[in-house]
Nanobody, 124 residues
Framework: QLVESGGGSVPPGGSLRLSCLGS?????????MAWFRQAPGKEREFVAT????????YYADSVKGRFTIFRDNAKNTVDLQMNSLQPEDTAVYYC??????????????????WGQGTRVTVSS
């Protein structure tokens, strides 16, 4: 089970930090962890991932340089620090766990466990 927190409403240029906590049988050390988001009227899209082996991180082009993903296996958490937020970042953000190969890190179906989502609204 994954539980997200930290969403809210901020003005353009603001920052938020989302957190995802693994619980029950979901020990994040066993999985590739990622954040996805779904904007109103759009399909869910990949945001970022933190690979379990080697610690490599990958980001969607739209968030590179603004978002940073953190992983703490000891705390069983994966955080997403979001800076310089823009209205187009408005979405429900989801944490996901799975075992995708590198070529599938942005593929929604490659992740088998999802959180309930946390809403982020960027508006003046």
């Amino acid at each position: 089970q994954l539980v997200e927190s930290g969403g809210g409403s901020v003005p353009p240029g603001g920052s938020l930090r989302l957190s995802c906590l693994g619980s029950g049988p979901t020990s994040i050390r066993n999985y590739e962890m990622a954040w996805f988001r779904q904007a109103p009227g759009k399909e869910r899209e990949f945001v970022a991932t933190f690979r379990r082996n080697g610690g490599r991180t990958y980001y969607a082009d739209s968030v590179k340089g603004r978002f940073t993903i953190f992983r703490d296996n000891a705390k069983n958490t994966v955080d997403l620090q979001m800076n310089s937020l823009q209205p187009e970042d408005t979405a429900v953000y989801y944490c996901a766990a799975g075992v995708p190969i590198l070529s599938a890190i942005a593929t929604e179906s490659a992740y088998r466990t999802w959180g309930q989502g946390t809403r982020v609204t960027v508006s003046s």
